[in-house]
Structures are given as structure tokens and as C-alpha cells.
């Protein structure tokens, strides 16, 4: 009920009480409005420990909780609850599920079709590119794109599901008043149009080092797989994908270039047993969530070189394979250039790999 949410809210900012202690609370007392205003003796009764119930009660002096949910309305947003309807259901089933989350934009049932694409801040091109064509992909297909707002791979996602017209979160470690970084805030409007801004921390709440490994269990949380585009082996993203792994959930990689470090990560996972993925047909097939020929047209579809790179490894494929010591000599580009340039046009349906590593131009393309 709304008339509850106001003591979700509160207890949500009472120092030590989670999910599993509201329960307990709930359980006890049946509504958390006789919680809220319970005795000590009453919720030392219930079985709360000491210093929650300390907490509780120094915290319930001072706050006012109609001044709290008029924060949440003043800054544009509003709450679901863990026993409200809208609530993810994927999220729900973790048992550390935050209690309240707050929310600018909108929530709808097939947002529970999601998949997060997370890395690296400090992405290469070939990052960018990937993140954008896979989230691009996958909200085409109906499946909304969940990532963190942050620079680099996260934006890319963002932004590949807007060209879509598709939906996508931004899971925030601050709040959602409180856009980091600030020249996302544009960005972050065009979100809450497609989909929404979600965040566990309350109003006002700075984006501090601390809250992102906790943002970052409910980018999993929400998702039923996480995507590692492109990471170091010693990242936020890297961290992600483990945590999704101990939720239950499954974990994808797009192969990088061996020489960077930044595909450090990825190639790890793919070799510790993550699935690799060359287009979006190995993920929408994982989940039988796409009729066949929608995944046919995915595979099949073709998006033009973006740069110069690009059409200079085009201009020497055709239908008969070349090896990739030949394209580098002929192009002139550094091996790692055009190892890169070699995956991109594989990810835009432009060219495959035959094996042995040669490669040729897929018929059609241009």
C-alpha cells in the first residue's frame, strides 16, 4: 500500500536494518507502522538485536517521514517496495534485496527481460563500438539494456538502446537526484524517457568509492545475464561479473585483443568459463527469448564501416580468405589495429573468421 511506504522508507535509513531484519519486523508486528512506533521492549521482544534496535529508535526521534517521501517526490522520483507489484522480480529473489528503490522513469513487466552490459570506463573503440552494437542489438529485441551511467562502456550501452528505441536502466551509486558524472545528466533525462534511473540510496546521497560495489549487485540483480565488454582483469566490471556468478546468473564476454589491457579481463573470464560471444544470436539463444527469425535477421544484419580502419581491412577481404599476417602487411596497420578492426567488422556482420586466422568478407556486404 502507499500509505506503508512511508515506514519503508524509514526503516530503509535506519542503520542496520536490511531486508531480512524488516522481515523479521513485519512478521512480528504484521505492519510496519506498529514497528515504527513499537516500544523497546516490544522490538527487543520481536527478536531485533541491541543495536538495531538502538538505531531505530535514536533515528525515529528526529525524522519526520512525511518530509523524507516529500524529498523523493521533490526530486522527480518515487519508491517500490520489496512487497509491491512493480518491484523486479529478478531482484526480489536475492536475499539481499534492497528494501526500497527509488526510481525516476518507469517500470514495466517486460523489463524482467534484462540483460546488463558492463566495463571498463576507459574504453577503446572497439569498446565503445561493441557495447553500442550489442546493446543496440538486444533492445531491439525486446530485451532492456541494464548498465551504470558510468563513462566508457556503460554510456556506449545506454546509448546503443536509445538508438534503438528501446528501454534501459541506469543503476546509480548515489542517488537519483545526484548524476555522476555530471555530463551524463543529459543522458540520464533521455533514460527516464526509455526505461529508468534506479538507485537503493536515499535522495541527497553523493556517488562515494564505497556504494558502487553495492550498485553494482543490483545491475546483476536486476539482469539474467551480465555482458563484460571490455575490462582489465582488476576492475569495478570484473567484480560485477563475479557477483552476478554467485547470484545464479549468467556471464558473457566479448573477446578482446591479447595485447590490450583493457581485453585483459574478458579473455579471463572466457577462459575461466564464461560464454564468448561474436553477436547477439549467443545471448537471445541462451534464453530463448527471440523467434528464429528474428534471430536471423540479427545475425544477418550488416552495419557500415564506421572508419577509415575499417575500410582499409574491407578493401583487402573478399570471398576468399586471407590470412591476418597478410592484412597487416598489406595495410600497413599495426597487428593489433587490425586484429582489433578484424573483430568489429566480424560484430557488424561484415566479415568471419574461417579459422587458421584467416578471414573473409561475408557475401553481400556493402
Known amino acids: 500500500m502507499v500509505s506503508d511506504q512511508k515506514y519503508w522508507l524509514g526503516f530503509s535509513l535506519v542503520s ?79 536475499p539481499d534485496a534492497p528494501p526500497v528503490l527509488y526510481i525516476k522513469g518507469s517500470l514495466v513487466p517486460p523489463d524482467e527481460r534484462a540483460l546488463a552490459i558492463v566495463g571498463t570506463r576507459k574504453a577503446t573503440t572497439y569498446g565503445r563500438d561493441a557495447a553500442h552494437h550489442f546493446a543496440k542489438e538486444l533492445a ?35 542517488g537519483v537526484d545526484n548524476i555522476y558524472p555530471r555530463e551524463h545528466q543529459k543522458l540520464a533525462q533521455e533514460i527516464t524517457q526509455h526505461g529508468a ?26 539482469s539474467l545475464g551480465v555482458l563484460v565488454v571490455e575490462a582489465p582483469e582488476k576492475s569495478g566490471a570484473m567484480i560485477t561479473a563475479t557477483v552476478a556468478a554467485e547470484q545464479g546468473r549468467d556471464v558473457f564476454a566479448v573477446p578482446g585483443n591479447i595485447f590490450s589491457k583493457t581485453s585483459g579481463g574478458t579473455n579471463r573470464l572466457i577462459q575461466d568459463g564464461a560464454k564468448l560471444v561474436m553477436n547477439v544470436a549467443d545471448i537471445l539463444d541462451e534464453f530463448n527469448i527471440v523467434h528464429n527469425n528474428v534471430q536471423v535477421r540479427v545475425v544477418t544484419e550488416q552495419i557500415a564501416p564506421a572508419n577509415a580502419n575499417e575500410l582499409t581491412i574491407l578493401d583487402y577481404l573478399s570471398a576468399d580468405p586471407i ?21 568489429i567488422l566480424e560484430l557488424k556482420g561484415l566479415a568471419r573468421s574461417v579459422g587458421y586466422m584467416q578471414y573473409c568478407l561475408i557475401p553481400n556486404t556493402l
Request: glycine share 10%; hydrophobic share 45%.
Open 140 to 174: 531491439g529485441n525486446g530485451v532492456t539494456v541494464i548498465s551504470g551511467l558510468a563513462q566508457g562502456i556503460d554510456a556506449a550501452a545506454h546509448r546503443g538502446a536509445l538508438d534503438a528505441d528501446g528501454r534501459t536502466f541506469g543503476v546509480l551509486g548515489s
Open 323 to 343: 590470412h591476418i599476417d597478410d592484412l597487416v602487411r598489406m595495410s600497413g596497420l599495426p597487428v593489433a589495429m587490425v586484429s582489433s578492426t578484424l573483430t
Open 197 to 222: 534511473i534506479i538507485s537503493e540510496f536515499p535522495i541527497g546521497t553523493a556517488p562515494e568509492a564505497r556504494n558502487f560495489p553495492r550498485r553494482n549487485r543490483i545491475i546483476s540483480g536486476l
Open 16 to 94: 542496520e536494518i536490511g531486508a531480512k531484519r524488516l522481515s523479521l519486523l513485519q512478521n512480528w508486528f504484521g505492519e510496519l507502522e506498529s514497528a515504527w512506533t513499537a516500544t523497546e521492549a516490544q522490538l527487543q521482544q520481536s527478536g531485533l538485536e541491541k543495536q538495531p534496535v538502538a538505531n531505530l529508535l535514536s533515528t525515529r526521534k528526529t525524522m519526520d517521514l512525511e518530509a523524507e517521501m516529500a524529498k523523493v517526490h521533490k526530486a522527480g522520483a518515487w519508491l517500490v517496495t520489496l512487497i509491491d507489484d512493480a518491484y523486479p522480480a529478478q531482484l526480489r529473489k536475492l
